[in-house]
């Protein structure tokens, strides 16, 4: 099975723009989350989802948005993006959100704002 | 605040064994979460301990003590291809997921 795919795998944006960054899971996990990871940091959680229809805010969620209209996709938006927004997606899941299932990730979406 | 600790970086030689310290001070706990993480590559499941005592799997084993917040990964007969970072992650009481920023590993021949 593929797991979790993302794209784009990388992607340089202007300073305004907006992107979205794709994830999407096949293995039918309730509960998908949004990280970012940079250098000397630990991951820091952006957005979560419990299951579909649901969206939870992260520990550093200002200026992203996500959905998640189905099970499998769980998109991140940047509205108006910063270079302060530099940094390295990753895109999880588990089977369950507020437990102790193992996470699961995607392979990152390297984002350049310049 | 909640707080994961672990080196920076070790250097560790081929062949050899190595254990990367991980101390915790967390609002609760439920599980401690080890992961490897090649560069460039994303993290991937490495082990899970709840109870105090040492988890073997292979090469690689974890140990947990509650009472110490405090956990250690042990990497035997190290291969070239161990170099990697290592995360430690802990789970609350509100059941999230608290990461460190990882040891980076760096074996040499």
């Known amino acids: 099975t593929a797991g979790i795919t993302q794209a784009p795998t990388s992607q340089i944006l202007a300073a305004g723009r907006s992107m979205t960054l794709r994830c999407t899971q096949d293995m039918r996990h309730n509960a998908m989350y949004w990280y970012r990871q940079d250098l000397g940091l630990g991951l820091r959680l952006i957005h979560y989802?419990?299951?579909?229809?649901?969206?939870g805010k992260g520990e550093v969620p200002d200026g992203y948005s996500v959905s998640r209209a189905n099970t499998d996709d769980f998109p991140l938006t940047l509205a108006s993006a910063v270079p302060s927004q530099t940094s390295v997606y990753f895109c999880a899941s588990s089977g369950s959100q507020g437990s102790t299932d193992t996470q699961y990730f995607g392979p990152g979406t390297r984002l350049t704002v310049l | 605040g909640q707080n994961i600790d672990q080196p920076t970086e070790m250097t560790a030689t081929e062949g050899a064994i190595v254990q990367i310290n991980c101390t915790y001070q967390?609002?609760?706990?439920?599980?401690l979460f080890w992961y490897q993480q090649h560069a460039g590559e994303a993290p991937t499941f490495l082990s899970y301990?709840?109870l105090d005592g040492l988890e073997e799997k292979g090469r690689f084993s974890s140990f947990l003590s509650r009472s110490k917040g405090y956990s250690y990964l042990l990497l035997k007969e190290l291969q070239m291809k161990d170099s990697a970072s290592y995360l430690c992650a802990v789970i609350n009481s509100n059941y999230q997921l608290i990461w460190g920023a990882g040891t980076k590993l760096i074996i040499k021949p």
């Open positions: 989802s419990n299951t579909a229809g649901t969206t």
């Open positions: 301990n709840v």
């Open positions: 967390t609002s609760g706990f439920n599980g």
